[in-house]
């Protein structure tokens, strides 16, 4: 009983491993109060551009701008575990229902002594027709 329970934990273990999300990119920025990044965003002959700030940083939260796609949304992210980040949809869903390419930002740290944010930025995206050209921040 004892080595079948070990090959079943093994496969199991081996199967979250292969099917968990795998990330293209993974990227860190460190950005100032009101900073603002910018991001285009390229599938196809389609550009788009990403922009977030920060604003406020008080009571361990972090409140973020951001906009996408006329979209214009806020976020408060707390380096807790819960509310750590935001996922950004790249690109419409359409027959890739399960697949959509995706950005994950991810509230990382924030540095008291220089008063930034450190943020991670993972790009989802299994069948390579999303680009990302970080711009410079303003």
């Known amino acids: 009983m004892k080595p079948f329970l070990q090959i079943f934990i093994i496969l ?6 292969s ?10 920025i460190s950005l100032k109060k009101d900073e603002q990044k910018k991001i285009l965003v ?3 002959d389609i550009t788009k ?8 940083y008080h009571n361990e939260g972090l409140v973020i701008h951001r906009s996408y796609d006329r979209i214009v949304a806020q976020n408060i992210l707390y380096i807790r575990d819960k509310n750590r980040s935001f996922r950004l949809e790249l690109r419409p869903r359409g027959a890739d229902h399960f697949n959509a390419a995706y950005l994950l ?6 540095k008291y002594e220089t008063r930034e944010a450190v943020f991670e930025l993972f ?6 027709q999303v680009s990302l050209k970080h711009l410079k921040n303003t």
């Open 123 to 128: 790009l989802f995206d299994k069948k390579m």
């Open 12 to 17: 199991a273990l081996s199967f979250s491993v």
């Open 49 to 56: 551009l990403f922009k977030f700030n920060w604003t406020l």
């Open 19 to 28: 099917f968990g999300d795998t990330y293209r990119d993974v990227t860190t």
């Open 42 to 44: 390229k599938y196809g």
């Open 105 to 110: 930002v991810k509230f990382k740290e924030f």
